[in-house]
């Protein structure tokens, strides 16, 4: 039986998950089976519950409640519902809901890199990528052109947080994932070298190859390593790399968004499948 709730009083603790719990907060990494993350939007909500993510709490516009997250809601018939005017909503969480729906759901269980490893022929590794929007959209990119697993180093934003679970349209409940928690280069570089990958790292330099070098399609496992915005590779991760890798470009641009780079890259060196 759905429990409906009006929103009256915003000062609510139950609400807090919503509208005054920090990103850090929510993603408790000192106890991460505590851990929440926020999704928005009812195919993203619908992408989670289908990777097996468990529901806390739904908040969302009335209309949404008796029209597009109808469906959502009867897969949850346990899980209660906040709702209340757009206004409402908007003052209590600080912006405006992407259509409408949130929803609170129990972090899923961390993958190892061995884990994410295991089975993938191509995955990337992105080193201190801290906007949110990269991040959800590396996701998308990565889903979409063949990738097999992310790994983050522990410098870069989170991807369960709101902003990038958004821009990545759910993907990251698809693509597996995991921190590099330690020792990153040379300790994640020698597990990327036991489990039998070859390292690219995309950097601005001197000794770099095309991103279309045959080499790189044909290696049977690949590891594509990309940088900040900005600043890009540390250079002892170049170093790292078994190749240096560049996109050629025209009209004196010399570098690209992370994202849009990512998105490149993974298409060319994708398995022919």
């Not at 000062?11 to 807090?16: A, I, N, T």
């Not at 939007?41 to 992408?47: D, F, P």
């Not at 698809?174 to 921190?179: D, F, G």
């Not at 290696?219 to 996109?247: F, K, M, N, Q, S």
Request: hydrophobic share 45%; aromatic share 6%.
């Amino acid at each position: 039986m759905q429990d409906w709730i009006e929103i009256e009083d915003l000062s609510r603790p139950e609400l807090d998950v919503f509208a005054r719990l920090t990103e850090v907060q929510l993603r408790s990494r000192k106890e991460p089976e505590k851990g929440v993350f926020i999704a928005e939007s009812t195919k993203v909500i619908g992408t989670a519950l289908d990777a097996g993510c468990q529901p806390l709490a739904f908040l969302m516009e009335k209309e949404k409640a008796l029209g597009p997250a109808a469906q959502l809601l009867r897969r949850c018939p346990e899980v209660p519902v906040y709702t209340g005017p757009r206004e409402v909503l908007a003052q209590l969480t600080g912006y405006t809901l992407t259509r409408g729906v949130l929803c609170a759901m129990r972090r899923p269980a961390a993958k190892t890199v061995e884990q994410v490893c295991a089975d993938a022929k191509r995955i990337a590794v992105l080193e201190g990528v801290v906007d949110a929007t990269n991040i959800g959209a590396i996701f998308r990119s990565a889903a979409a052109l063949g990738m097999d697993g992310v790994l983050l180093t522990s410098t870069c934003c989170d991807p369960l947080c709101r902003r990038a679970v958004r821009v990545s349209m759910g993907t990251v409940f698809q693509i597996p994932w995991a921190w590099l928690e330690s020792g990153w280069p040379a300790q994640g570089m020698q597990q990327l070298r036991d489990a039998g990958f070859q390292t690219a790292a995309l950097a601005l330099k001197d000794d770099s190859v095309s991103i279309d070098d045959p080499r790189l399609a044909a290696a049977e496992r690949l590891a594509l390593v990309l940088g900040a915005e900005g600043d890009g590779l540390r250079d002892d991760t170049v170093a790292h790399c078994d190749y240096t890798v560049r996109i050629p470009m025209y009209h004196g641009v010399d570098s690209l968004n992370v994202a849009a780079a990512a998105a490149l890259a993974f298409w060319e060196v994708r398995v022919r499948r």
